[in-house]
């Protein structure tokens, strides 16, 4: 029988790989492509996906982000504040999002890594654990996890379909 760790280990490689696949042999400038006004870039989107990823693996498992930790932060030179990942990002925000491919592989990698690390390390017990009572019903561990899980295929679906387009 697969375990809800195997499947959440499976999901988040899956948005790694396709990470990695949506920007490959892409220049900066293809990163930075808009499909038309306001839209997000394929660069922004991956950064945007994968700082979520980091985020909220990050507090659940009540460690440092990598996006800190690690130097990605200052690797990517970004013009925004270290906390940010893209929530509530306007269109000149995301105009500012140039990066390589290598840089979001990388990144996307090492986030994958540290998230593989903590769900490998979870039990069924741990998914039940409550790491939001805020809301109603409260949010188990599961729940926030799926929920990146989700976020994150959304916003690379957004990205694969504009690559398509370009």
Known sequence: MTSAKDLLVDAFGRINEG???????????????RIAP????????VWHL????DNHVADAAGSDEVWGSA???KRFALP??????GYGHS?????????Q?????????????????YVEGLSDADLDRVVDDS?????TLAVRLISVVGDDLKHLGQAEYVRGLL
């Open 135 to 139: 809301w109603d019903p409260p949010v």
């Open 101 to 117: 491919a290598e840089l979001l592989v990388g990144y996307a990698q090492a986030v994958t890594d540290v998230t593989l690390r």
């Open 38 to 45: 306001g839209a997000n870039t394929i660069g922004w989107l």
């Open 80 to 85: 925004f504040d270290e906390r940010a990942t």
């Open 71 to 73: 130097g990605w932060y």
């Open 91 to 99: 269109r000149d925000d995301v105009d500012t999002v140039h990066v």
């Open 50 to 53: 994968m700082r979520v990823q």
């Open 19 to 33: 990470s990695r696949m949506v920007v490959d042999g892409l220049t900066p400038a293809d990163l930075s492509q």
